[in-house]
């Protein structure tokens, strides 16, 4: 099992995994168009950290934008494929992400939209109803969704969340 970082590079391996991860949030997350949803993934702003199986089959991902200057990330989409839900690989996933954007984007904090029965899973994985980054560094870079709960997660700048290289 991986957990990738992915952009749209257009390498063979990378085209494969976004359209496995684009499969996987078009099903998890209903309410989200299809076309939204594959605009986003495909995007070159956008990162992706996706779960591997071995064989190369997408389990999972979450899909964000790196607003570098701003230094937050608005996460997406988050989603782990029906049949492996509640194994831990949700937890896993974020920590990873976290690690990524910290190394590779040099992100602070993730802002996002939880749907409401995901505020539980967010709220796991450190993330808090309270803003308390600046409004001026993220009001108005965001677009504004209602139907989800606006969440905050402070990525630390030293705690290890992997065993990565950080
Ligand atoms: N409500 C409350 N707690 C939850 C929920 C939930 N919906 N889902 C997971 N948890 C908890 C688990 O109990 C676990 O707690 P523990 O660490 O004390 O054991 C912890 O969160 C991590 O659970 P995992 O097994 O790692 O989570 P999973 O692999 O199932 O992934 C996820 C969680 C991504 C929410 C998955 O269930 C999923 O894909 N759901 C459908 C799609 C979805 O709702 N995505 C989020 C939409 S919002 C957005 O994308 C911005």
Redesign the pocket.
Known sequence: LAFEYVDNDNTANHNMWLIGLKN??SK??PNMPKEYIARLVLDRRHRSVAIIRRGGMVL?G?TYRPFHAQGFGE????????I??????????MNFTKEFARARDHLTHFL????N?????????GFTKEITLEKDRWVGYIKDYDG?TLMECIISDRLPYTDLPG
Request: aromatic content about 16%; proline content about 0%; glycine content about 14%.
């Open positions: 996987i949030f998890q997350l999972g979450i996460i997406a989409f988050c989603a782990v494929t029906a492996e839900q509640v194994k831990g690989f949700g937890a896993r996933l996002t939209y939880a749907d029965n995901a505020v539980g899973y967010f709220a796991k994985q989800g």
